[in-house]
């Protein structure tokens, strides 16, 4: 059988491993080199840069080295890999255990149609991945067609059997796993994303931070141009600060919009029986698969910034794997309308609703929200008032009670047959579902002042990648909750 | 009193717990309390200039805070302190102030320890520890005994799935 070939990846691998270990070795070289500069002409030196190529030489053979002992081979529902010169490493993968195939190709990969596959295994840490650094695009296709297919589906139906059996409500389950729906994101939608994705703050800092370093260097002929262009008969400091910022604020937001783009383009998510695929970017592709019952709960995340246009994001708390690229492989969908919404779920994840209506926390629970977040500015003020110009935090009191009467507003809770629902602000406002079946368990908790008044704080835990997440509503109305737990308890 | 739900969970932890948390919170106390009796006796005299009434603000603070730690707060955890293990779920109820409590369904259990010091050793309990995949929960001072025969029921109780994971 073909399949069981034993197979070596595409030859790329020597130059990537190369190239890797030649970059790596370089900045030790160069500090060693600043560190003697003193003493020795630099031009000295740089004669005999020529001596850098026996270390490109051996680092080269001993990739052509590595790339010859590394071999791999596919069959019976086990990945066989084989690597090491003196210490002979081999290992067995069985593809019940894979986790996800990550496939990702960067520009020089692209050129020669290689990728690299990444899989990883239930158990997290360094040792429960295998990279395969090159290989041909169509082989890392057929290697995760292989290790996501064949007996697993068998073993996975009759684990769908099984929960029918106990669950006694899998009929509409059999039609929904037969769906096969893709979505891509415009480029438009991408641009919209980034413009509103607020990481241009993050940037401007950096921006800001290295701008005042290297400020000192602009000479001053050009600022003084600059002011007198930009404002004439003005010389004031607070203006060409202002100017400045301004300027710089606009710079990285729109840095931070070009960087958005390039990393998402092409954003699209494919729903085929139990998986997702999802890929992303234009220089460097990434591509991952996601089986649908690793999803411990969807979070639709409206931002700040884009909840006044209607738009939102859709993030997966996922189980399992996914340490370092854990940013990325949360996200469903970076950009939507709101309005979208429900048919998008209802395209890809069918499993998951918007329920139709929420039940908001009662009007008493208003001034426990605004006590929270007022409270909490008032404490901040008070010692300030003894600082001069300390009345002017005096201007945090307002948005405290903006922010305590919209998280009031956001709070609400609903449940159906199998999904709980959570609506909630902290900054963001979020909207969580979650089945039954994928709570870890479920609390609930309230003060005296809170049991005076009927109300109860509820909370619930789901499996996340790094470890537990727990979602939380404030102030539910005690008959809310108590329905809440019925639900998660009646069994 | 109103909680949550009227019904609250049947089974109490062990009443021994009284006196194992009334000894521990005054070994605590004894020990916090090193810290002002040392700045009595030796810094003070040290540095002639700093005055004793930090020193006995100190000791104060801490035996304010072990009466409370060693007898009033144990009345109250024990009076809260409720839990239930049935076919199917673990409810616990556990709070001073803020009462909580956690609803764990069987089959999200992962595994299920008992531990105990050397204090809870003496008085023959121990602590009951019910890990799922996300959390953690404990069920504190129940008699040695009651946590290994939990431990078993537990254990028999929650069936391994893979389903979701």
Known sequence: ?491 | MKTLLANEPSERIDPRALKAWFIGGILKGLVLLFVPVVYLVLIKDIFRSLPDIWGWIGVGVIAFYTIWDAIIAPQLRIRFWRYDIREDEIDIQHGIFIIRRTLIPMIRVQHVDTEYGPLMRYFGLATLRISTAATDHRIPALSKEKSSQLMGEIAALARVSDEDV
């Not at chain 1, 000479?219 to 060409?240: A, V, W």
């Not at chain 1, 709960?297 to 994001?313: N, T």
């Not at chain 1, 709570?439 to 990648?465: A, M, Y």
């Open chain 1, 1 to 491: 059988m073909k399949m069981s070939d034993i197979k070596r990846q595409h030859p790329l691998m020597i130059i990537m491993e190369a190239v890797r270990s030649f970059v790596y070795m370089l900045p030790p070289v160069f500090l060693f080199l600043l560190s003697i500069s003193e003493d020795i002409e630099l031009s000295a030196v740089l004669s005999y840069i020529w001596i850098l190529v026996i270390p490109a030489v051996a680092f080269f053979a001993l990739s052509t080295l590595r790339w010859y002992l590394y071999t791999y081979s596919y069959e019976e529902g086990y990945l066989h890999i084989k690597r090491g010169l003196v210490f002979k490493k081999e290992r067995s993968l069985k593809k019940e255990r894979v986790q996800t195939v990550n496939i990702r190709t960067g520009l020089l990969q692209r050129l020669l149609d290689v990728a690299t596959v990444r899989i990883e295994t239930a158990g997290g840490g360094m040792e429960s991945e295998v990279i395969l650094k090159a290989v041909k695009m169509e082989e890392a296709q057929r290697i995760r067609s292989y290790l996501e297919s064949g007996p697993k589906s068998k073993s996975y139906t009759t684990d769908e059997e099984s929960t029918k059996t106990t669950s006694g409500t899998g009929s509409e389950h059999d039609t929904e796993y037969g769906i096969t729906a893709s979505y891509v994101l415009p480029m438009r939608e991408i641009f919209l994303a980034g413009a509103t994705s607020g990481r241009f703050m993050l940037l401007f800092s950096f921006i800001a931070a290295a701008f005042s370093q290297f400020y000192p260097y602009i000479p001053e002929y050009i600022t003084d141009l600059l002011i007198e262009q930009l404002i004439p008969e003005s010389s004031t400091d607070i203006l060409l600060v202002v100017i400045i910022l301004l300027s710089l604020l606009i710079l990285s937001w729109l840095v931070s919009v070009l960087a958005y783009m390039v990393k998402y383009a092409n954003f699209t998510i494919h729903r085929q029986h139990e998986y997702l695929k999802i890929s992303w970017g234009l220089i460097e592709q990434k591509e991952f698969t996601l089986k649908i019952n690793r999803i411990q709960a969807l979070s639709i995340q409206e931002g700040l910034f884009r909840q006044p246009f209607g738009l939102c994001a859709i993030n997966s708390e996922v189980a399992g794997g996914g340490l370092r690229d854990q940013e990325y492989v949360t996200i469903i969908c970076p950009l939507l309308h709101k309005r979208e919404l429900a048919t998008f779920l209802e395209q890809i994840l069918p499993e998951y609703k918007i329920p139709a209506s929420m039940t908001s926390v009662p009007r008493r629970a208003r001034k426990r929200y605004l006590f929270r977040t007022v409270g909490i500015a008032i404490i901040i003020i008070l010692p300030l008032q003894l600082l001069p110009y300390g009345w002017m935090a005096l201007f945090l009191l307002l948005p405290a009670f903006i922010l305590g009467l919209s998280r009031y507003r956001a709070g609400a809770t609903s449940i159906d047959d199998k999904q709980l629902t959570f609506r909630f602000r902290n900054i963001n406002r979020y909207i969580v579902l979650m089945m039954k079946n994928h709570i870890q368990s479920l609390e609930s908790g309230s003060n005296p002042f809170q049991r005076r008044s009927d109300l109860s704080n509820i909370s619930t835990s789901v499996l996340s990648s790094p470890s537990g997440k727990t979602f939380h509503v404030d102030n539910v109305d005690d008959r809310e909750a108590k329905k809440i737990w019925k639900w998660f308890s009646g069994n």
